[in-house]
């Protein structure tokens, strides 16, 4: 790793572990851990002490400058506007969702639906006791702020925590609304380009909003510099991008949470946006993205991955990764230590699909899928041969994306493959859509000509395998 203490081209600067105190076999043994647990896999991994990396690795096929899927950190983000709206008195935190949108008034009946607030939104207190999504998008006009606003809320507003994605919407809605831009178009000026933030993508709704409460596509720089941001109480360098105040009122509680989640890091209370943890605060997305800030350790932890046991990931950073960052004595071998991590690092690489017999070429297959495959849209599948290779074709609704298929992990634009032969005349081929958490297993019975595919982990969103990528690239 390099040692150099300055930053160029918007890049954090890079230390030795043992050069700012921290204990390289701590992060050592966090690997050791995320890789024996079941249901945890990491895709990256940054780990910040002061404002420089002391550790960074990337899981092949995923990779430094590659986007990725960061599910409900988009909220952080979202809120991070939010506060720089209402730094700027774009907005006021306690006017009504309805106040900014006066075409609705006579629309919205419900007192307590009428009274919700950007300060109860952003801590998913709008007094509904449950998840309203699908509800609010049922909405005959298409309009998801007038479905969330005709939902009568359950209890008072700012009395009840509930998860509810609707409530993110809203605001990103109202910031749209009073910037007369997207999210990502306020953001780029005020934050993204100060903090050397490079291409993001942002999913739209049918109503061309950026949604907020997902779909960001950001790289693990960006969700690193996001904590780091958060950790100087919104300073970057010689500028304070978000006021100090809200920065601290974004990480602590602001509604209780103990009677809704069942894991001990989700009974902390919620914050705008934010989890308040045992140690500091994150930014958390669905599959185990997050932007973890440790104000004690003055440290951050950024990860993506597709893990379904968030909270034993969780625990492996507290047993881990905190005592590393919290100025242990280190050993006389601390160099030894540092290169050793350095070398395991850079050695990162997802499970290949298990090989049975000796190994041979592929072979020309065309398979139909089979009952209960998945995804329902994927249709056929094709294993060709052409002259640079051998290649894999999915046959998806309108779509046909072609992949190469070579030894280890290989890349075709947005999709990376693997496979080996499982049987006489069956193989499998696992598909990693490397700008989203997921992996399709795909199982070739080719003397029967067909397949079956099976998500890992099932995407939220559930677009078409081509959609399931950064928005607006080819």
């Not at 960061?70 to 306690?94: I, M, N």
């Not at 990480?251 to 989700?266: C, E, K, Q």
């Not at 379904?308 to 969780?314: F, K």
């Not at 290649?391 to 634009?413: K, M, Q």
Request: aromatic share 6%; proline share 7%; with cysteine.
């Amino acid at each position: 790793m390099s040692t150099d203490a300055t930053a160029t081209r918007g890049e954090l600067p890079r230390s030795a572990p043992s050069a700012l105190g921290v204990d390289a076999r701590g992060v050592a043994a966090f690997l050791d851990a995320v890789e024996a647990a079941d249901g945890v896999e990491l895709h990256s991994l940054a780990v910040l002490r002061g404002d420089a990396v002391v550790a960074e690795g990337w899981w092949e096929p995923y990779a430094p400058d590659r986007l990725h899927l960061l599910y409900s950190v988009s909220k952080s983000f979202t809120v991070t506007a939010l506060g720089l709206a209402v730094a700027q008195g774009l907005v006021d935190l306690d006017s009504t969702v309805l106040s900014h949108f006066p075409e609705l008034d006579a629309d919205v009946t419900d007192g307590r639906a009428r009274s919700i607030t950007l300060r109860h939104a952003a801590a998913m207190a709008s007094g509904h006791r449950g998840e309203t999504i699908e509800a609010a998008r049922a909405d005959p006009t298409g309009d998801v702020v007038r479905g969330f606003l005709r939902l009568p809320p359950e209890e008072e507003p700012g009395t009840f925590f509930a998860y509810n994605q609707p409530c993110t919407y809203a605001i990103a809605a109202v910031l749209q609304r009073v910037t007369g831009t997207t999210l990502t178009g306020y953001l780029r000026p005020r934050v993204l380009d100060p903090l050397g933030i490079g291409e993001t993508a942002w999913l739209t709704d049918d109503r061309g909003r950026e949604i907020g409460f997902s779909g960001l596509h950001a790289t693990t720089d960006a969700l690193a510099k996001l904590g780091l941001l958060h950790l100087r109480r919104g300073r970057w360098g010689e500028e304070q991008l978000l006021p100090a105040e809200w920065v601290d009122e974004v990480g602590r509680p602001h509604v209780d949470t103990s009677a809704a989640h069942p894991d001990p890091d989700g009974q902390l209370g919620y914050g705008y946006q934010f989890w308040p943890s045992r140690h500091g605060y994150r930014a958390d997305g669905a599959y185990g993205q997050f932007a973890l800030v440790l104000p004690e350790q003055d440290a951050v932890v950024a990860i993506t991955g597709q893990s379904t046991r968030g909270q034993v990931l969780r625990d492996a950073v507290w047993d881990h990764l905190v005592p590393a960052l919290s100025g242990p004595p280190l050993p006389a071998d601390a160099a030894a230590h540092d290169a050793a991590l350095a070398a395991r690092l850079r050695g990162l690489r997802l499970d290949v699909p298990p090989s049975s017999g000796p190994a041979r070429e592929p072979e020309p297959a065309v398979l139909t899928a089979a009952d209960g495959s998945a995804p329902a849209t994927l249709a056929r599948v094709r294993v060709e041969r052409a002259a640079a290779g051998w290649s894999l074709v999915l046959e998806d609704g309108d779509d046909r994306l072609t992949a190469a298929l070579g030894e280890g992990w290989t890349t075709t634009g947005a999709l990376a493959t693997s496979w080996a032969w499982t049987g006489p005349r069956s193989l499998r081929v696992d598909v990693v859509l490397v700008e989203t958490p997921h992996r399709l297993q795909l199982e070739l019975d080719v003397a029967a000509g067909t397949f079956r595919g099976t998500w890992c982990t099932e995407p939220l969103h559930a677009p078409a395998l081509a959609r399931m990528r950064a928005p607006g690239r080819p």
